[in-house]
């Protein structure tokens, strides 16, 4: 076509098999444009052919699927130009090196899935450009560096998955502002510290997945919040982490945890312990009863009393 009747053709979607891609029309674009010079609807191709050669060229490109493929190498720069972008998948390849710094430039990117590839390194400077991005899964790949707190910029997230990819250090703070968010997987990484106390306030969230790290402290959610993930919430496999007493009776759910040692008996038996270790023990063991039974119940002297002795 020529001229004006430019304006009446469709946007194009790539979908790739393993073998070749496949091209189809989407809903009429009113506008003007250029069309692909590469491509023409119908038109077979091969999926490295579309990742390399020709991306930059593919300017009208809304979705392009290039997943379960044997892709190698890295996502070229020129991806930065798919500027009608919404939907990248390339999962399941054999990618690596670090996603490009151009990506920032994908202001329509809804989805985005680089799950079961080899990247690694740092993630793009920009990556909290991309306000679009509701979707971001990338599961499976040795990345190795602390979680990125620019991703708590991504307001729209609503799912996030970055489960078994080897990250180290805390969950960023950062992470509570994702008000949107419904799933987060980080299980099987190395993270360390305590789950940020505002996970507690993510309102829409119904998949927790924490499992298999190196996390610590009390579990900071309540009853109400516990009962709504129910099953869909996983703590297992962190030994430092634990459910407040209260919290373990009211909602009696397995959540992979066990309930934290808060009685104040628990940590006088300790203490006396301690005490009768010492040389002089009968007069500080006195001392001792006699300060604490001036502030608890007579009951309690007596279990206490019992228990040195034991």
């Known amino acids: 076509m020529q001229g004006n009747n ?15 891609c496949f091209t189809r029309r989407l809903r ?36 392009l699927d290039l997943s379960y493929n044997s892709l190698t190498g890295t996502i070229p720069g020129t991806i930065g130009q798919l500027g ?16 490009p710094d151009t990506i920032e430039k994908l202001s329509s990117l809804a989805f985005m899935a680089l799950s079961n590839n080899r990247f690694s390194g740092n993630f793009p400077a920009g990556l909290s450009k991309l306000q679009s991005l509701q979707y971001f ?25 970055l489960a078994n990819s080897g990250y180290s250090g805390t ?6 502002l994702l008000m949107n968010l419904s799933t987060l997987s980080l299980q099987n990484n190395r993270l360390i510290g305590e789950i940020p106390a505002g996970f507690a306030s993510l309102s829409h969230i119904y998949h927790l997945n924490l499992s298999r790290n190196l996390l610590g402290g ?45 009685s104040k008996n ?13 040389p002089n023990h009968s007069f500080y063991l ?14 309690d002297f007596s279990i206490i009393l019992i228990t040195s002795l034991n």
């Open 218 to 262: 009390v579990v900071p959610f309540d009853a109400s919040f516990l009962k709504r993930l129910g099953r869909n919430l996983d703590l297992s496999g962190n030994p430092g982490l634990c459910l407040s007493p209260t919290e373990a009776y009211n909602v009696k759910i397995e959540v992979g945890v066990g309930v934290c040692e808060t």
């Open 171 to 176: 969950i960023p703070p950062s992470f509570s």
């Open 266 to 278: 628990s940590s006088l038996i300790r203490n006396l312990k301690l005490i009768t270790g010492s």
């Open 28 to 63: 009429p674009f009113s506008g003007s444009w250029t069309p692909c010079p590469l491509i023409n609807p119908g038109e077979l191709l091969t999926p490295t052919l579309v990742l390399t050669i020709g991306l930059g060229n593919l300017r009208n490109l809304v979705g």
């Open 84 to 99: 009608l972008l919404q939907k990248l998948d390339l999962s399941s390849n054999s990618l690596n090196g670090r996603i």
């Open 137 to 161: 899964i990338m599961d499976d790949n040795p990345i190795s560096i602390p979680l990125p707190v620019g991703f708590g910029k991504l307001v729209k997230l609503q799912e996030l998955r």
């Open 6 to 20: 430019r304006q009446h053709q469709p946007l194009i979607r790539v979908s790739c098999q393993p073998t070749t």
């Open 286 to 299: 006195v001392v001792f009863l006699f300060l604490y039974c001036t502030q608890y119940c007579f009951s």
